[in-house]
């Protein structure tokens, strides 16, 4: 910790003197050296060997560095460029939006800002650790970082442009050309100094505009500061779910792994995050013995540093003395494996103690012997947020949660001040010159700043843009189409109809796809040699080996997070999220604040091609946490896609659809399903044996009406296995002499409303069929999509008609009560007994039918 000082600076100060603290000074050497915290070390005994894992162990200083070659000139003056670009973008930030500094930014006023606001999350005071990580890797390494992640995007960008040859630069340039002129960038750039000056101007006018909001920031405006991403210079984005993104980077790491790249991946979260459930969760997943042991065919670990940005408060809520027993975040995770997940801690506020422990972390990770951790120490200066009382210096002396010395002490460690310090006393900047560049900086993002503030926001009809990515993977790139597999492709013999059960269904599809495509591998529970809880994967480890079919600990969050990650850098995983959809709920923060979003809130930058595995439904006294039809709970996220197949035809087709869409998919198969329980045989249809595509949504009628009569015809809407109840009804009700038309909705999101409500013109009565409770159900979701007068139907085109007022009777839903499902048989199966119908939990045919004739009498 640094040392205690016996004088500190006057505490009552205005917001302006207190920002003006921020600018950088030079120390004396005598004064550099006595800013350098006292080195400890952390001590584990394991397997009988003790360890030790240091704790501010770095021991030099920039000119020795420069004599010994790890540095150069030129790279210490690209690191000082950065920790200024990134202190003066928080400046800004600052002035723009706390009140006490009346909205002025250079030339900036009230007026040009209008009614733009942006949330920010301040990180001055971090800026050290953004520059000695970004720098330490290299410029195609990945990042993904947090909620106060813009100075990072920024730094990464701006390290990832330094590095770019000239013809890289120009094409950088000229992909944004539209973006340049209205910069007013010259079209005649001569030579590299020159791009990389234009570049360094986009890229921190792209960066501006998103905090902005405007069209031309790097995610079209709709990120913002906290969902800041940039794929082209690996940036995976910001994110502002507390370790939201750990799941993701770590997934990132394993794509490194399996696809042999060579990258590693930096997965950034604060000390908050890192006492988040997420962190665990995803260092376990990287730290499986599978990946070093020999079960897979190489024994690298993933190449990911997972980084703990420790700015001493998790919002509020400090870390150290309150809400941990440990003094360093790095004690708590070096019992993960051996190496102690080489953790240590390096103080965050020196640019090359922080450079110096990643490129160590690096240098581990390119020998295969990752994943790493890492604690940069450090201090923000400013509050979390710009409604935290910690901005406030109306010289009250004492804040809500921590008090005003102290932040004024660490305002002696200053990581711009002790950097720059360190460049003057290595012989390569002047005092001087350390003002030129500053004030460099300084009109650069301030002219910048004006310019992002006068562009236009993105327009009202473009708020639906990028919510779905618009391509898939039908055409396999070279170097992954048709991957030799070490088991012999499996087969599955038909009866003489050409059937096969659904299980096998979907296992053929998985088969035939990975055989395919060497970016598909199939991970979750207990999918390896046990074959899943259902048998619906049996196999497929002998067919691909454990590079391709791979169990993972038992955390649902981090094998949809994982995936994720995975997806981002191209795989194409299909995971089997939660055994049962009663236990997604874990999982859903990543499918649905994650991998719904990440394409839109990037500005169609990121693409999400995973599919998430689940099953849904009872019948077999599975009780409550077993049993639940809850899917509706993953239809109302935009970004998803969701499927339901109840054919062993639609099972292969749609799973075959899921994995080549560029969306990430929820594939919900039916225990029953899997089981042939219930199951008539009009769901058994033939399955062909080649790779086909079911398209995601558009349903299936499978019982038709083509001349109805009046007062005969009637409309069944139903799903997954609830569709054999619905044709057993169909049949009954043909029997009688009506006219029931059967829709197998197969996608539940999008849902095929226009198939729906072309039937309902027909018809004039509907039935929707689900084994789902009714209130909340996707029944209600119909009814209301049908009610909408945006929705209608065409019969012949125009004029067009609703559907409502098409109806001559009002819409029944069969579907459980608002119940849990219980354990007990005769409580969840509804049966009939001597002739008289006892209604359970779960309906069946005899309520359809019950259903259709009330709507028909």
């Not at 984005?237 to 696809?259: D, E, F, P, Q």
């Not at 708590?332 to 051996?338: E, G, L, P, V, Y």
């Amino acid at each position: 910790m640094p040392k205690e000082r016996s004088v500190y600076p006057q505490e009552r100060l205005g917001a302006e003197a207190s920002i003006r603290l921020l600018d950088p000074k030079i120390y004396s050497a005598e004064e550099l050296s006595d800013r350098r915290p006292a080195q400890q070390t952390i001590r584990l005994s394991r397997n009988g060997t003790e360890r030790e894992f240091p704790i501010f162990a770095y021991d030099s200083n920039l000119h020795d560095e420069l004599a010994a070659g790890v540095l150069t000139e030129q790279r210490a003056h690209q690191m000082l460029e950065a920790l200024l670009l990134g202190r003066e973008l928080e400046r800004m930030s600052v002035h723009l939006t706390y009140r006490r500094f009346d909205y002025r930014y250079g030339e900036l006023t009230r007026e040009d800002l209008g009614t733009l606001t942006f949330p920010t999350h301040l990180a001055i005071g971090q800026e050290a650790m953004s520059v000695g990580l970004t720098f330490a890797l290299d410029a195609e390494d990945y990042i993904t970082s947090t909620h106060r992640g813009h100075i990072d995007a920024l730094v990464k960008g701006f390290r990832y442009l330094v590095d770019q040859p000239e013809e890289r630069l120009s094409e950088l340039l000229d992909g944004s050309r539209d973006i340049a002129d209205h910069i007013e960038l010259s079209r005649n750039a001569h030579g590299r100094d020159e791009l990389l000056d234009q570049m360094v101007d986009l890229h921190t006018y792209r960066t501006i505009a998103e905090l902005f909001g405007k069209k031309h920031g790097y995610c079209d405006g709709k990120g913002g500061g906290m969902h800041l991403a940039w794929r082209e210079a690996n940036n995976l984005g910001n994110n502002a779910i507390v370790a939201g993104l750990l799941g993701i980077g770590c997934g990132s790491g394993i794509a490194s792994k399996l696809l042999g790249d060579g990258r590693t991946t930096a997965t950034i979260a604060g000390d908050g995050g890192y006492l988040n459930e997420n962190s665990y969760g995803a260092i376990n997943f990287a730290t499986m013995g599978q990946f070093r042991n020999g079960m897979m065919s190489t024994t690298d670990g993933p190449p990911v540093i997972f980084v703990c940005y420790n700015n001493q408060y998790a919002m509020t809520v400090q870390q150290r003395g309150e809400v941990t027993s440990n003094d360093f975040m790095s004690e708590r995770f070096i019992a993960f494996n051996d190496e102690g997940l080489h953790a240590e801690t390096a103080f965050g506020m020196d640019v090359l103690a922080v450079y110096d422990s990643i490129r160590r972390a690096k240098e581990i990770c390119d020998d295969g012997r990752g994943p790493v951790f890492r604690e940069l120490w450090g201090y923000r200066y400013f509050g979390h947020s710009l409604s935290d009382d910690a901005m406030d210096f109306s010289g009250r002396g004492v804040q809500s949660y921590r008090r005003r010395r102290e932040i004024y002490e660490w305002k002696n460690y200053d990581p711009v001040s002790l950097f720059a310090s360190g460049m003057v006393h290595a012989g390569i900047l002047t005092e001087a010159g350390l003002g030129t560049v500053q004030k460099r900086t300084e009109e650069r993002v301030q002219r910048l700043a004006l310019l992002a503030a006068k562009a236009d926001f993105p327009e009202t009809h473009e708020m639906l843009d990028k919510v779905y990515a618009t391509t898939t993977s039908d055409i396999v790139p070279p170097e992954f189409k048709d991957p030799t597999s070490p088991g012999e492709a499996a087969t599955y013999p038909r009866d003489k109809e050409g059937r096969i059960a659904f299980s096998e269904s979907i296992r053929e599809a998985l088969s035939q796809e990975m055989r395919r495509d060497g970016r598909v591998v199939v991970m979750g529970e207990d999918i390896g040699e046990y074959g899943g809880a259902f048998g619906e994967t049996k196999g497929l480890r002998e067919e691909f080996g454990v590079d391709r079919v791979f169990n993972t600990p038992l955390c649902e969050s981090n094998i949809a997070g994982t995936a994720t990650g995975m997806a981002l850098r191209g795989m194409r995983p299909v995971a089997q999220a939660s055994m049962y959809i009663d236990f997604f709920t874990q999982a859903l923060d990543q499918v649905a604040n994650h991998a719904a979003k990440l394409s839109y809130m990037s500005g169609g930058q990121l693409k999400v091609p995973v599919v998430f595995w689940t099953h849904i439904g009872g019948g077999m006294g599975y009780a409550g946490q077993h049993s639940q039809s809850i899917e509706t709970m993953v239809t109302m996220f935009p970004g998803l896609k969701v499927v339901a197949p109840a054919t062993g035809y639609d099972a292969k087709g749609l799973m075959v659809a899921a994995i080549r869409e560029d969306n990430p998919v929820v594939f919900l198969g039916h225990q029953n399903l899997y089981k042939n329980i219930g199951c008539n045989s009009a769901g058994f249809v033939p399955v062909p044996e080649d790779l086909y595509t079911v398209p995601i949504g558009e349903a299936n009628v499978v019982r038709k009406v083509d001349n109805p009569e009046d007062g005969k015809a009637v409309t069944i809407v139903s799903y997954s296995w609830m569709l054999y109840s619905a044709m057993d009804a169909a049949s009954k009700l043909e029997d009688e002499g009506y006219q029931p038309e059967v829709i197998d909705l197969r996608t539940l999101l999008p849902i095929d409303i226009d198939t729906i409500a072309r039937s309902v013109l027909k018809t004039g009565r509907l039935v929707i069929a689900q084994q789902a409770v009714i209130e909340g159900g996707l029944g209600e979701q119909i009814v209301g999509r049908l009610m909408s007068e945006q929705t209608t139907a065409a019969i012949a085109g125009p004029p067009r008609k609703s559907a409502l007022s098409s109806l001559m009777a009002p819409v029944e839903i069969v579907g459980a009560p608002f119940c849990i499902p219980p354990a007990a048989m005769k409580l969840e199966k509804s049966r009939t007994v001597d002739g008289e119908r006892i209604r359970g939990f779960i309906p069946g045919d005899v309520e359809i039918v019950e259903a259709a004739k009330k709507t028909l009498a």
